[in-house]
């Protein structure tokens, strides 16, 4: 069954909530105050299911006093009841709730001509010319404008036919997307705990759902469901719902908040938009302050516009809002601004970017993204995100900046990567970086390479992390591994372990080095056991301390010699010599071995035996029992 919002607009005392009556039984005022002073003050709400479509009513107050309430409900309808009485035509609020459905993006309606039985014939075809005339060029232009009367029920049928047919052309929206509910009401129920109402937007939501509640993030559990007046399964969009909530009081909800899929999405200050003014409004200055209203919620904005100083009546513009308190929309979200003083409805938009950045002069390229974002062209946005973002863009951002399914930024980063557009330097979790960025790095990385090769001739290769580190932090650790693993398959690096140099690169040694390279084996190798002073050997080279040192480290790292503790280093040789003398030792006297008997064997002082025979037990030539040593 379809399920369609119907949303009444109008001047106060036009007859909304009477008609709301008449067409569904329900008289939408429910405070007290309401019922005694005759006007509709906050939202009101009724049911009426008919030739397979569920009609949710939204019955708004008319009084100029309470349109901030009129806003909370007029977010989220699909077809918009524009009431206007024929016995007064078209007045000031008539036009202020036309002016803001239009700004909401409400596509459908249809206009009941109310109290008809006060006029007389002519006077009801004047209203309807007047109305007509109003109506041109709208939305509304091609609406059907109906006569009614709630007393005498003349026209009802007629009104209910035409809303039928609105509701058919409406679309259907997809309860597959992330859940949305903007909160507005707020109650404890008898028996059940807290419950909040409203127009459910987007995706469904049932008993047992986890949600996130926006703005303060708390994850809630859903413990019931009601739609059109009874307890549902699940709602779907389209529907009035009432969800009930688990672990909060009703004291801490309040409308303007919103519930939605728990760990998706960002609450945000500050956002860039579309901002359209009223022809009726004083121009806008650049930082005016006014009122914002999105969703049921409600703030204050401060107004930046990009790329000029101020918006005349008539005229629209990108700009940057900065907000008072912190809310929860997401791309396309429609919003109202009213004047700050004295408040008066002057314009709305669309939300193109939630997320933005404070705005700066250097950031020339944000007209055009903006731009992009407008033309809603899912890989062109994806790819001027991408370009915009220098350290990359990761799946989370992209969804909480964007609200499009896993699947979608999937299929988007895909399209984009085999056409060379950006580079996905990790699939699991996805993070994108531009192709020029990711060239930049590459590039970057080789020269770091090459340059610390240069610079350091003896070393066989920079460590990883340092190298990664001299990229500077604007390179995040996945596309430092991504390009490594470019230029390693393009086999310009070689990476093996935690070492990167240019591939195929050797150490080539100068004369000279080779030479005292050779003078350090051979004063090890003719030691043998009795291991000569490091210092002691260097420096009787004909090179200076750094070089002699590196020289060091190669014949180290060559395994000609071997670093046995920190001050301890014999040449392979007499370590190999030393293990056979210990096997003869084993098949003449036998496995065990006193630490004397291992200073007889090899001659050496106790200071140099006992960590021999540490590196001996650590290389599993020995293992120490008791005071003394086994050979294995
Ligand atoms: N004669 C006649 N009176 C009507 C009709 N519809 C509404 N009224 C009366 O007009 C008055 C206002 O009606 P409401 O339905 O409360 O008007 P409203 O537009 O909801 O007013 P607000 O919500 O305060 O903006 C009430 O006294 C109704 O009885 C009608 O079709 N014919
Ligand atoms: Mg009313």
């Not at 409203?198 to 994850?219: I, K, M, N, R, W």
Request: charged content about 30%; hydrophobic content about 45%.
């Amino acid at each position: 069954m379809k399920s369609v919002i119907i949303g009444t607009a109008g001047h106060i005392d036009h007859g909304k909530s009477a008609l709301v009556e008449a067409l569904t039984g329900t008289h939408p005022d429910r405070l007290v105050e309401e019922k005694r002073r005759g006007i509709t003050i906050d939202l009101g709400f009724a049911f009426l299911e008919e030739n397979g479509v569920r009609f949710g009513f939204v019955d708004v107050p008319g009084h100029e006093r309470f349109v901030s309430n009129m806003l909370a409900g007029a977010a989220g309808i699909d077809v918009l009841l524009l009431v206007i009485a024929a016995d007064e035509s078209i007045k000031p609020q008539t036009r202020e709730h036309f002016d803001i459905c239009r700004l909401l993006g409400v596509e459908r309606g249809v206009v009941a001509l109310t109290k008809s039985d006060l006029v007389d014939s002519d006077t009801l075809e004047l209203v309807r010319l007047e109305a007509e005339e109003y109506l041109r060029g709208s939305f509304l232009e091609k609406a059907r404008v109906i006569p009614v009367s709630s007393k005498t029920r003349a026209g009802l049928e007629e009104l209910k036919k035409a809303l039928h047919a609105a509701a058919a052309s409406a679309m259907v929206k997809d309860a597959s997307r992330y859940f949305r509910l903007p909160i507005d009401r707020a109650f404890a129920m008898k028996g059940f705990g807290s419950v909040v109402t409203g127009t459910l937007v987007s995706g469904s939501v049932g008993a047992g759902d986890e949600l996130e509640l926006f703005p303060g993030g708390e994850h809630l559990r859903v413990r019931g469901v009601h739609s059109g007046g009874r307890a549902v399964e699940r709602a779907t969009p389209g529907q009035r719902t009432a969800v009930n909530l688990a672990g909060i009081e009703h004291t801490a909800l309040q409308r303007g908040m919103v519930l939605a899929t728990p760990g998706k999405f960002r609450k945000t200050r500050r956002m860039d938009v579309r901002l359209e003014l009223l022809m009726s409004a004083r121009k806008i200055k650049q930082g005016a302050r006014v009122h914002f209203h999105a969703g049921t919620a409600e703030t204050i904005a401060e107004v930046f516009f990009h790329g000029q100083r101020e918006l005349p009546p008539g005229g629209s513009a990108f700009a940057n809002l900065k907000l008072q308190d912190e809310i929860l929309v997401l791309p396309g979200d429609r919003f109202i601004v009213r004047q700050f003083s004295p408040v008066v409805t002057i314009g709305g938009g669309a939300v193109l970017d939630p997320l933005a950045r404070r705005p700066t002069l250097r950031d020339a390229g944000r007209i055009a993204f903006l731009e992009t974002l407008v033309r809603g062209n899912r890989e062109e946005i994806l790819a001027a995100m991408t370009e915009r973002a220098i350290l990359g863009l990761g799946d989370e951002e992209i969804l909480a900046r964007t609200s499009w399914m896993d699947q979608e930024i999937r299929d988007a980063a895909r399209k984009l990567s085999e056409a060379g557009r950006v580079k996905v330097v990790s699939a699991e979790p996805l993070v994108l970086v531009s192709e020029r960025v990711f060239t930049e790095v590459c590039k970057k990385t080789l020269e770091k390479v090459g340059k610390f090769q240069k610079d350091n001739p003896l070393l066989p290769g920079i460590q990883r992390e340092e190298l990664r580190g001299s990229l500077g932090r604007r390179v995040r650790a996945e596309t430092f591994r991504a390009a490594l693993d470019e230029l390693v398959a393009e086999k310009k690096l070689d990476a093996a372990g935690e070492l990167v140099k240019k591939a195929g690169s050797e150490i080539t040694l100068q004369p000279e080095e080779t030479k005292a390279k050779d003078q350090i084996a051979a004063a090890f190798r003719s030691a043998g056991l009795q291991a000569p002073s490091v210092k002691e050997v260097l420096a009787k080279l004909a090179i200076e301390a750094g070089r002699s040192e590196r020289l060091l480290q190669i014949l180290l790292r060559e395994k000609i010699l071997v670093r046995v503790s920190p001050e301890l280093i014999f040449h392979r040789d007499a370590l190999a010599q030393l293990k056979e003398r210990l096997a003869a030792y084993k098949s003449s006297k036998g496995e065990r071995i006193s630490v004397a008997a291992f200073k007889e064997l090899t001659g050496i002082t106790r200071k140099y035996a006992i960590p021999l025979l540490e590196y001996l037990d650590r290389e599993r030539v020995t293992r120490r029992s008791a005071d003394d040593r086994v050979i294995l």
